[in-house]
Each structure stands twice: as C-alpha cells, then as structure tokens.
C-alpha cells in the first residue's frame, strides 16, 4: 500500500513562547549535519521497506521551520525523496513556512522541486497577540509571504490561525478572519491555543498575570470560525480545518482516515501495518545513530486490534462527514455496534454523536466536546 511521508525539520529561528514542540534554535552547521542524517535515514528505509511501501501519495515537510533552512537544503531534502520513494502521479507535496523565512527565489526553489502546497503559519493578524505568542513576524510579513508565493506559482495555500489567546475579543478574531479572507487562502487552519506545561507562556500565566481566554469566549470564537467560513464558500471537513471544495489537505486525511504513514527525522511518528514506531527526540542523537548505520528509532508499539478500531472510531469522527460504517465493518471484519455499541448509545442519547448516511458523526452539540467522545472509545 502507497504511504505518506512526512519530514521533521528541528529547527526554528527563535522558539514562540507557546511552543512544546521539538525544535532546536537555527545553526547552518547543524542544519548540514541534519541534512546528512535525513538523507541516510531515507537511504536506509529505500533498503528495507517494500517497494510498494515506497510509493508516496504526499509529502509533508513540517518542524520547526522547515523554509530556516537555506534553499540548497530544502532542495537536497526534496531531491532526496525522489531518489528514495517514489511520487505517484498527484502526490500533493506541503511545506511548512513561517512568514519572515521566505523570499521569492527560496519559493521558487520550492515550487521547481516538485512542492505543490504551501502551509503558512499566520496565527494572527494583530501586533500584540503575535507578541504575546512570541512569533518572530508581523502581520504585514505575512500579507508579502502569500504575495511571494503566489508569485511562485503557489495555487494551493494554508494559513495557520490560532484563537483563544489571552487578551483577544471576539471582534479581534472576526477582524482578523476578515483580514484573512482578503488573502483568498484555498485552506485555513484554526486551532485554539493550548498552554503547555513548561513553556514561557504558562509560566506568563502562572507567574505574570496573564489570563488565558475563558471557555465561554473560545467557544463563541470557534463557532464564529465556522459560520464566517462556511459563509464564504469554505467546507468545513475536519473539527479545526477548512477548505475550498477541492483543497482538502490529503497528508491529514492520512492520519484521520488512519492509514500508514512514515515519519523521518528527530521525534518524528510512524505507523505501518501494525506497528507504530518514534525517532528520538534529541538532535546529537538523531545523527550519531545514523552515522553508526542504524535507524533512530526509541520505540515501537506493536497496535492490537482493539486499539487500531478505537483509533480508527476517533480519527474517523475527526472528519466533519464521519466515520464510513461500512468501511470500517470491511476493514476489522465486525459491525461498529458490536464493539463500540453501548459507548454510541450514550453518546446518541447525550446528543454528542449520531448515525446517518451509514456514518458515525459528531453533531454540532459534540464538536467543541470532541475530546470528551474521542476518551469514550478508547478500549480498557
Ligand atoms: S515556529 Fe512553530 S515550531 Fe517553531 S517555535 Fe514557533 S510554534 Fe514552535
């Protein structure tokens, strides 16, 4: 079966002060060490993986902040997964920008290596809420970087929005949707923000007085997201994205219709066939396990069934349509009811999920609550 791949770049130019993710401040020498280890640890998967499990139908290039890196980088990382795996006709191929880190000749690099999508993470449109979050551009970055890349030839752009962010008001969110939209992205994503522990932001919180957003104003935003886009031509498809018809993000359904996908550099996840498997998280490590010849692998999870179904009910309800009923009594060879029956009952009866069209769905009562339904699934 065709996978997808998906390529961790460590490295930011400055950490946000929201972030919890694996990312290293930009060095050029630890950029070239990188490079090297990411293409031993393609060349080592071409060596062991079956032909089949090299065939790409994406490509995802996320961090960090994969467009830190100097073009001839970018381009040897892309050259790579083509020398490796092989791209099926269509592969829908993303990489991850930050506003500030791309110019028109590095977007040009992009676009002639084969990338086809654009992922920019935007956040906001207001100088004191990218301040709060720490980002390292402004909103007027932002509007040039989707110029550029429209310049580039980029046909297929998502911004990344956060909400829910201490200090921002309803209004400061639609005004920045507003602002959006002007930019006629053909995908948006709008998460809210989480404050994780041991980050700078937590500790503002925890020590400085900052007051996160409450659940009443986040609630009221995430539904304004939604009635704002879909009003304007957007599909609402997944609990946090939207796209005009035809610019689905094809590397997340991946993960949402939960097929196998393999992920290549430092902390990045894998799951094939049964197995799910984590690189290490340190950097040091990362190379000096390649340079020894050996995957960077921490650890692997051999997934029983039971675990694949619950993962399979929860990422399916992930998807506005649903979770397809019959798909999933063809993969596991059992009809839903007879393994999660009792848990949709209660879930129908508390108005969180139901059954039509032969799918499992969250109603819109059971959107925001997503979590709380995803936890009912999850076998003892
Ligand atoms: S750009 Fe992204 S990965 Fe880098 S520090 Fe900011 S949030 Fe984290």
New binding site residues.
């Given amino acids: 079966m065709a996978i997808s791949l998906y390529i961790h770049v460590p490295f930011?130019i400055?950490?946000?002060r929201?972030?919890d993710?694996v990312?290293y401040t930009y060095d050029p020498e630890a950029a070239r060490r990188y490079r090297v280890a990411l293409l031993r640890e393609m060349a080592l998967y071409h060596e062991r993986l079956a032909p089949q499990e090299r065939q790409l139908k994406t490509i995802f290039i996320g961090?960090?902040?994969p467009t830190c890196l100097p073009e001839e980088d970018l381009a040897a990382i892309l050259e790579g997964c083509s020398r490796y795996f092989q791209w099926l006709s269509g592969v829908e191929v993303t990489v991850e920008a930050?506003p500030g880190t791309v110019d028109l000749q590095k977007l040009r690099t992009l676009r002639s290596a084969g990338v086809n999508r654009l992922s920019l993470?935007v956040q906001s449109s207001s100088a004191p809420l990218l301040k709060l979050l720490?980002?390292?551009h402004d909103f007027n970055q932002a509007v040039e970087a989707v110029h550029l890349a429209r310049r580039a030839g980029f046909d297929n752009l998502n911004l990344d929005l956060i909400f829910a962010i201490p200090g921002q008001t309803l209004a400061d969110w639609q005004g920045c949707l507003e602002k959006i939209l002007d930019l006629q992205p053909e995908h948006i994503s709008a998460y809210s923000l989480q404050i994780e522990e041991n980050t700078p932001l937590a500790r503002a919180v925890a020590e400085d007085g900052v007051i996160p957003c409450d659940e009443e104003t986040e609630l009221a935003m995430y539904r304004g997201v939604i009635n704002m886009l879909t009003a304007r031509g957007f599909e609402h498809y997944e609990i946090s994205n939207f796209a005009r018809p035809g610019y689905r993000c094809q590397h997340n359904l991946t993960y949402w219709y939960n097929r196998p996908y393999l992920g290549l550099g430092p902390a990045a996840h894998s799951c094939l066939g049964d197995e799910r498997f984590y690189n290490v998280s340190s950097l040091e490590e990362y190379e000096s396990c390649l340079l020894a010849g050996e995957l960077p692998v921490a650890g692997c999870e051999k997934l029983s069934r039971s675990t694949m179904m619950a993962e399979t009910v929860f990422l399916g309800l992930r998807l506005i349509e649903g979770l397809d009923l019959e798909k999933f009594a063809a993969r596991f060879g059992e009809n839903i009811e007879e393994v999660f029956g009792a848990q949709i009952k209660r879930l129908c009866s508390l108005g969180l999920v139901e059954i039509r069209s032969g799918r499992l769905r969250l109603t819109s009562r059971g959107l925001p609550l997503a979590n709380t339904v995803f936890r009912e699934f999850v076998l003892p």
């Fill in positions: 930011c400055r950490k946000c929201y972030c993710f990312s961090g960090g902040t930050n993470g720490g980002r390292l």
